[in-house]
Nanobody, 128 residues
Framework: QVQLVESGGGLVQAGGSLRLSCAASGRTFTNYVMGWFRQAPGKEREFVSGISWNGRLRTYFADYADSVKGRFTISRDNAKNTVYLQMNSLKVEDTAVYYC?????????????????WGQGTQVTVSS
């Protein structure tokens, strides 16, 4: 049974930091694109960041939404089947439920429909 389990959410003041983790189990996701999405109340789920591993080039590729570029950093540890999202300089507008997702695409996609597996989400609340 495939599972993605997020952790690390919580309440933080504006300007603070949080680190989200997503532990995957049930299969190896080395060749999967791993993504973070978020959904604020009353809004659609939106792409935050994605990361892929190119085994031939032995390098990672990452993509970020403009709203988080320069503040968030995505990383992954393939040996641990885990992906992380370091969030710095948090803003009130970053408040949302954050979801981890995995998809079989060979390149990073921002389309949530391209992701087959989803975690249950973790709440991030940024206070002013």
């Amino acid at each position: 049974q495939v599972q993605l389990v997020e952790s690390g959410g919580g309440l933080v003041q504006a300007g603070g930091s949080l680190r989200l983790s997503c532990a995957a189990s049930g299969r190896t996701f080395t060749n999967y694109v791993m993504g973070w999405f978020r959904q604020a109340p009353g809004k659609e789920r939106e792409f935050v960041s994605g990361i892929s591993w190119n085994g031939r080039l032995r390098t990672y590729f990452a993509d970020y939404a403009d709203s988080v570029k320069g503040r968030f950093t995505i990383s992954r540890d393939n040996a641990k089947n885990t992906v992380y999202l370091q969030m710095n300089s948090l803003k009130v507008e970053d408040t949302a439920v954050y979801y981890c997702a995995a998809g079989p695409a060979t390149i990073i996609t921002r389309d949530l429909h391209e992701y087959d597996y989803w975690g249950q989400g973790t709440q991030v609340t940024v206070s002013s």
